[in-house]
Nanobody
Framework: QVQLVESGGGLVQPGGTLRLSCAASGSIFRLYAMAWYRQAPGKQRELVASITPGGSTNYADSVKGRFTISRDNAEKAVYLRMNFLKPEDTAVYYC?????????WGQGTQVTVSS
């Protein structure tokens, strides 16, 4: 089973850019579907973007054209590049790994978009 550690969050001004990273342990990372979720205060956790083991991607409508998910199986990492950030993107962002009905979560990283 993989373990996940996120990094790269922080405070950024509207219109700015951040790149989140999720480092995974475990020898079969390449077989996991990976995703980024986020949870804003008082709201439910929502899917932001996902990527299959084969590299197919999917995005929430609210981030299409602004966010890009990618993975590096050799480095056992998944990334989320976030461009043109908006205040409504403020949330804790969680990395997620899924395979054969099992789901693993990271501890989360805070992203705050504010002037």
């Amino acid at each position: 089973q993989v373990q996940l550690v996120e990094s790269g969050g922080g405070l950024v001004q509207p219109g700015g850019t951040l790149r989140l990273s999720c480092a995974a342990s475990g020898s079969i990372f390449r077989l996991y579907a990976m995703a980024w979720y986020r949870q804003a205060p008082g709201k439910q956790r929502e899917l932001v973007a996902s990527i299959t083991p084969g590299g197919s991607t999917n995005y929430a409508d609210s981030v299409k054209g602004r966010f890009t998910i990618s993975r590096d199986n050799a480095e056992k990492a998944v990334y989320l590049r976030m461009n043109f950030l908006k205040p409504e993107d403020t949330a804790v962002y969680y990395c997620n790994a899924g395979r054969l009905g099992l789901t693993v979560w990271g501890q989360g990283t805070q992203v705050t978009v504010s002037s």
